[in-house]
């Protein structure tokens, strides 16, 4: 499964009004783990940025002139996203400036959506965690992912953030469990092995990192709304009682 978390920054809020595109950035997963590639560009947009999108981003008239144009990256990020499966926050913004985008091309592409799908993380938060902030900051807060470097919105800082966000939303979906075809796989190889046991088994406990480390774990996917550890603990606790 491949998938792309994408994210933009633009000249402002509003593509209805000629806004455009000034970053995009995007990182790629296969089966869950980042792949180490990733796509990111700055854009001339070849209008002024609005004074409220400079102070969001950082990004300057002077920093984006002469950089390269849409058109001149739009095949390979075509190329890039093609066939995946994208993970953008709020995607319907994302999704409206990059179809503009290729309107503009005047060369008949087809929208956003026919080339690759599309999941708003925006909507499952909302329906995972509904009547609470679900903005990626406090996404990041709920779910114990560290967002203090996060100064200024930066395409490929936001995709980053986004990201692990959505990896530990989904967490319980994969990230726990054996894929049928590879379980059955092993489980075939594993008949033609012959298994040595040990006569003495050394037993390794978890030094204090370790487990300070598994504590953090818990209590982020109880956050999300993934972990049963505590209730089996309390259910074995409340039969030792009993006995």
Known sequence: MRQVVLDTE??????????????????????????GRQFHRYLDPQRPMDPGATEVTGLTDEFLAGKPLFADIADEFIDFIRDAELIIHNAAFDVGFIDAEFARLGRDLPPLREIARVTDSLQMARERYPGQRNSLDALCKRLG??????????????AEL??????????????????????????TRSAAITIQRPQHLRVLRANADERAAHEQRLAALRAAGRCLWPEVERTQQAEVEVA
């Open 162 to 187: 986004l990201a692990e966000v959505y990896l530990m939303m989904t967490a319980g979906q994969g990230a726990l469990a054996f894929d049928s075809e590879v379980a059955a796989s092993r489980q």
């Open 10 to 35: 633009t000249t402002g809020l509003e593509v209805g009004k000629g806004h455009r595109l000034v970053e995009i950035g995007c990182l790629e997963l296969v089966e869950r783990r980042l792949s």
């Open 145 to 158: 992912v560290n967002n203090a470097h996060r100064t200024l919105h930066g395409a490929l800082l936001d």
